[in-house]
């Protein structure tokens, strides 16, 4: 086993650990997203980011699988796919990098881009970091999916906390891979509105009226990432409690705004309330597929 290499510890929980059972689980959400998504649309987009959610794949993994479809239409084989990823069990100040090794999924290992983590690292405030990795699932809930849709990619995993370097993190990072852009896309991996009495969070009442309360709030936040809105992100964030993920949602617009994208595109918005409703019913997070 190679120095660096992180065990795939969701597996068996978060998603299925069997390769079988694992791709026929995604094959399942592809079948039905690939018909949802408007392929005349998609030809007219960059594809070169997206964010993305992180729950189980049960509740989350047709939501993602739209965007990761989305972008191997353009990008059928890149070399590296950089993904930002919230923060939920590790508290790190700055945003921190995987730097070297390899990442299992049950469909095989990724291989981490150590020559373009070591970019990013001497160009940035960005830091070498294994730990806040060890046990979070936002950046190993996308690795069966890369693994699956881009199996010859590397990735480059960054953790990356609500902070004021958000944003020069992604134009950073946009501007190191500037010169073959093709080959790297980003995705920034964040769930949105935790809503319910078991999340702390219930102000429009633990409900169905609460649960569409948090539909509208998830919108908010949606309009803001579309418009590429990246300075209004992590306040709104912080005022409506509409992710879980805002520093890594900025680095991915930011990273967007600075290849001169101009919109993002929602695939598909979504409650886990929708895919599997609580009873009583009061408890959902919500879940985008956002494709620039």
């Known amino acids: 086993m190679p120095n660096n290499f992180r065990r795939a510890e969701k597996a068996g929980s978060w998603y ?4 079988d059972e694992l791709t026929d689980l995604i094959d399942t959400f592809l079948k039905y ?26 509740f989350s993994g047709e939501c993602a699988t739209r965007a990761y479809y989305a972008m191997k239409q353009k990008h059928p084989n890149p070399k590296t796919i950089i993904i930002f990823g919230a923060v939920h069990s590790h508290c790190t100040s700055s945003a921190g990098i ?14 981490i881009d150590s020559e373009l983590a070591e970019r990013v690292i001497n160009n940035s405030c960005a830091q070498e970091d294994f730990t806040s990795h060890l046990t979070d699932n936002a950046i190993e809930l996308q690795t069966p999916l890369i693994k699956y849709f881009f199996p010859e990619s590397m ?36 769930d949105l509105t935790h809503y319910g009495a078991a999340y702390g969070f219930s102000p429009a009442g633990n409900n169905l009226e ?29 005022s409506r409690h509409n992710a879980c993920g805002s520093g ?12 001169n994208i101009l919109k993002g595109y929602t695939l598909e918005h979504i409650l886990s309330h929708d895919i599997m409703p609580s009873n009583p019913p009061e408890l959902s997070v919500g879940y985008a597929s956002i494709i620039f």
Request: proline residues 7%; aromatic residues 4%; charged residues 15%.
């Open 98 to 111: 995987w730097s070297s090794g390899e990442w299992d999924t049950p469909l095989g290992s990724i291989d």
């Open 210 to 238: 609460g649960i569409e309360w948090a539909r509208e709030n998830d919108k908010r936040l949606i309009t803001l990432i579309e418009e590429l809105q990246t300075s209004m992100i992590i306040p709104e964030v912080l």
């Open 16 to 19: 299925p650990a069997s390769r």
């Open 248 to 259: 890594a949602i900025t680095a991915l617009t930011s990273f967007a705004s600075s290849r």
């Open 33 to 58: 997203s690939s018909s949802q998504v408007d392929l005349s649309l998609i030809e007219k987009l960059p594809c070169q980011a997206a964010i993305t959610p992180h729950a189980g794949l049960a």
């Open 155 to 190: 990735i480059l995993p960054i953790s990356t906390p609500p902070t004021t370097d958000s944003a020069s993190i992604g134009s950073i990072i946009a501007e190191i891979t500037s010169d073959n852009p093709e080959n790297y896309l980003a995705v920034g991996s964040s």
